[in-house]
């Protein structure tokens, strides 16, 4: 069931997507104090494994230390080139791409190539920008803030629930970085509301349409959520589902859609948890990074394998289907938003949307009411 009964006001306007001010306004006030999500354990599992980010015009590199993560700014203290270069990968050291400065878990210099042609060295000088770094289960964020809320308090309630997900008896089954060319709340919107599927998406959820009689919302000033009882599956899934029961899988038969303002998502469904984060570029692009994990059992055995590529076959099918069926409408949205003489309305199957509005506004010191 839906919470409102009648059509709620668009309170966000059309500027609100493409101003400039506005834009700076929501780094500082729901950007910044905040933590972001980079990545996932599953792909910095060896000792030397890295991923990159650009986030809000900041390159970072996060580095597997034998065992230890730490998150720094991409850029060499020698010549400024980035560090590495790569959405990800494994480098036996910690050292830059360009003449081979190599560095320390604290961000200080290891080994350079000819040192003695940089004396007397400034080793405080030298050391690299390090940011702070927090899991929630095996996914892994990164905060730009001085001094960042605990993760728990920023994930909030769900933490353990997320946390659950995305570790054992689920392993990591891919991640999945794309840019769109609208400003970054057209795509968290668009995750809000499953209003457009019959639209966007005839054939991808089956033709089911999560309506008013399967669903559940929680609306909280923090975060939204969607339940939805799922009731139809493709017959290869079926028979997945029935493997993953054998292998000790709790079925709940149950699709969540948890979105943490401001653009945080998690979905999970029995086999399968994405995770979501949709970050600002400019007033009028964004991107999106998108991390995977699929349900494998505890047990590691030919069978808990297959069912794991089975079921990561179908995962990432079906979630990168449906991301660029949605993606194709953004830049139309976005133009439509740079001219629109229309305040705009929002349903009550939308009614999502609404708490993310004024959350963002709300945040951004403006009023509401
Ligand atoms: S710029 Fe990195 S080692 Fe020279
Ligand atoms: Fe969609």
Known sequence: MFVNKNQLEHLLKPDHYTSEDFFQKELTCLFLPGWHLVGAKGELAKPGSFITAE?????????????????????????????????????????????????????STGRIPEANCFRPFD???????????????DLVFV???????????????????????????????????????????VPVENTLEAYHIPELHP????????????STHILDEKFTRL???????????????RGALLLGAKL????????????????????HAYAFSYIPVTAGTSKVRLVTYCFRGKRKNPISWITWLISRFFGKRSVLKIALEDAAIFADQQRGLEKSPHPGVIGTLEERLYCFQKYVLEKCGEATE
């Open 123 to 137: 080793r405080e000088n030298a050391r690299l920008k390090k940011f702070p770094i927090a899991t929630c289960g």
């Open 143 to 185: 905060s730009f803030a001085e001094d960042p809320p605990p993760i728990e308090e920023f994930i909030g309630d769900s933490f353990d629930e997320i946390a659950e997900r995305f570790c054992e008896p689920s392993r990591f089954a891919m991640s999945w970085d794309y840019h769109y060319g609208t400003n970054w709340k």
């Open 252 to 271: 709940t038969n149950t699709y969540i859609h948890h979105h943490i303002h401001p653009n945080f998502v998690v979905i999970f469904v029995d086999l």
């Open 227 to 241: 339940e939805y009882n799922m009731r139809e599956y493709w017959l290869v899934y079926r028979l997945l589902r």
């Open 203 to 214: 054939t991808s959820f089956l033709g089911v349409y999560p309506g008013e009689d399967y």
């Open 55 to 107: 986030l809000f015009d900041t390159p970072v590199i996060i580095y597997n230390f034998d065992g230890d993560l730490a998150a720094f700014l991409n850029v060499c203290s020698h010549r400024h080139c980035l560090i590495n270069s790569e959405r990800s990968g494994c480098m036996k050291n910690f050292k830059c791409q360009y003449h081979g400065w190599e560095y320390k878990a604290d961000g």
